[in-house]
């Protein structure tokens, strides 16, 4: 009788990334780091706001003629927003599974309670969540206009943005969403950096360096809109 | 000195437990906590009482097995291991809050006593190097160079107490698991299960029910022998390269 050669048979890549604490943390981190670069993107176009209805719009058509004429008119767009879905799906079902695997790990809590973690390590969860609503209340107040405040007009993003920004509420979970995002960048950078193994003892300064800037740059670069708007900047 | 202990006290593995209040007088400053402890015992036997069950065994600082979450903190106060905590870092009058280790992967067992076979389970899954047994090999046949032998030295410090796990947040036991993957996987000896080491130790620590890591930095943080939190890093990296790696073969 033959023996086996071959006894460490193991499972697939895909397999053993997506079943370990691990590697779903990598998926976390990989899908994190997509959003950001999305949304350092986002947020620079967004600025052209400041320049006029001219050109804010006609940035936002642009993206629409993006590749062309290779790419057929919004082909581009949405790619960019196939693969902006599945990253974040990706991140929220791994960040759902590990936290629940987090709480079934600690179920009894010390009846001495200490301060713990440092303010933007505790909201990662809660913060990811309001981020998701956010996300589902921005795309129906300014991509589909489901929700628009005072007449949604397709093809006149400047209109929408300062429509939506007129409204109190609008300027409130918009300022509320974008601070959750900068706490969320300031851990969330980092840990991903260190998820990667990105991160070393004489490496880790400058990467909290970034992930401070980062968050500082996008919260900024983002409440600038609004801002403008309720200043009359923007109008 | 004279302080006031609240001690978790649970029958066994299956009884609830609860928080019990104790007095004990004529503490001295130079005891070390364990000490206390025992006076504190000497008492409730006297009394005919049943006394505080708790782990201890080298009382040294070196062998792991004590483990008491004191003020919330594991270890205490101080960057040390129980057995060399002294009661000059506290106050005369103080009140202490004397918990077990929590975490799901380690059950209590009796008041202070916490099972910690998870440990031993990761270790068997990979925590080993392949040698040939027999007399010694010559030393200078495995060259180690001397930042290597270091870094290798830092994480061997990790005396699998089980500190890392009582602090953090989510129960894990990642600072445990790296300190004992990178100790083997910076030398040369480990060299030959380098990537089976890091997969099958990270499964088994999933397997045994500890959390993930969120980098709250709290096990560096309590860890009485100074593995600094890098070490995760490190061990996220290993395991990335190992899945590459082991996808190829």
């Known amino acids: 009788m033959a023996l086996a050669t071959r006894t460490d048979r193991r499972p697939s890549l895909a397999r053993t990334v997506w079943d370990s604490s691990v590697g779903k943390k990598a998926v976390m981190a990989v899908s994190g780091i997509v959003m950001l670069l999305y949304l350092v993107v986002h947020m620079i176009g967004n600025l052209k706001i400041f320049f006029g209805p001219g050109e804010f719009n006609h940035y936002a058509h642009w993206l629409r003629t993006l590749g062309e004429p290779f790419m057929h008119y919004e082909w581009t767009l949405w790619m960019i927003r196939v693969v902006l879905v599945a990253a974040v799906v990706a991140h929220a079902v791994s960040a759902y599974q590990l936290s629940r695997r987090d709480l079934r790990a600690r179920p009894s809590k010390y009846v001495h309670r200490k301060a ?54 609008g300027n409130v979970v918009y300022i509320v969403a974008v601070l959750a995002l900068g706490l969320h960048v300031r851990h969330g950078f980092f840990s991903a950096a260190q998820t990667l193994g990105a991160g070393s003892r004489t490496r880790n300064r400058a990467l909290r360096a970034v992930a401070d800037v980062l968050a500082l740059l996008l919260t900024a670069g983002f409440v600038a809109v609004p801002v403008g708007v309720m200043t009359g900047v923007v109008s | 000195m004279k302080l006031t202990l609240r001690v978790w006290r649970q029958r066994n593995a299956d009884a609830d437990g609860a928080m019990s209040t104790y007095e004990v007088d004529g503490v001295s400053p130079d005891m070390s906590f364990l000490e206390m402890l025992d006076t504190l015992n000497e008492e409730l ?48 009058g103080d009140t202490l809050d004397i918990e ?30 392949t040698a040939p047994t027999g007399s010694a090999p010559e030393a200078h046949a495995t060259p180690v160079p001397k930042p290597d032998a270091d870094l290798a030295f830092e994480h061997a410090e990790c005396i699998g107490c089980g500190a890392c796990v009582a602090a953090c947040p989510n129960g894990a036991a990642m600072l445990f698991t790296s300190a ?25 620590m999933d397997e045994e029910g500890f959390g993930g890591c969120t980098l709250a930095g709290e096990c560096a943080t309590a860890c009485p022998k100074g593995i600094p939190l890098t070490s995760i890093t490190s061990m996220n990296k290993e395991w990335l390269r190992a899945t590459r790696k082991v996808a190829k073969r």
């Open chain 2, 45 to 92: 036997i006297l009394k005919g009482e049943d006394p505080v069950a708790f782990d201890h065994d080298c009382r040294e600082g070196i062998c792991g097995a004590c483990s008491l979450v004191i003020n919330g903190e594991a270890h205490g106060p101080e960057r040390t291991t129980t057995c060399q905590l002294h009661m000059r870092s506290f106050r005369d």
């Open chain 1, 116 to 169: 713990r973690a440092s303010y933007a390590t505790r909201t990662m969860r809660w913060g990811g969540v309001i981020l998701g609503l956010f996300i589902v209340w921005h795309l129906l107040d300014l991509t589909t206009g489901t929700v628009h405040a005072g007449g949604f007009q397709e093809g006149h993003p400047y209109q929408n943005v300062v429509d939506t920004f007129s409204t109190w509420y």
């Open chain 2, 100 to 129: 077990p280790w929590r975490a799901s992967a380690f059950p209590v067992i009796k008041d202070l006593v916490v099972d910690r076979s998870a440990f031993d389970r990761i270790i068997q899954a990979g925590g080993y190097i």
């Open chain 2, 180 to 204: 004992k993957v990178n100790h083997l996987n910076v030398l040369p000896q480990g060299a030959p299960e380098r990537e089976t080491r890091v997969l099958d130790m990270v499964a088994q």
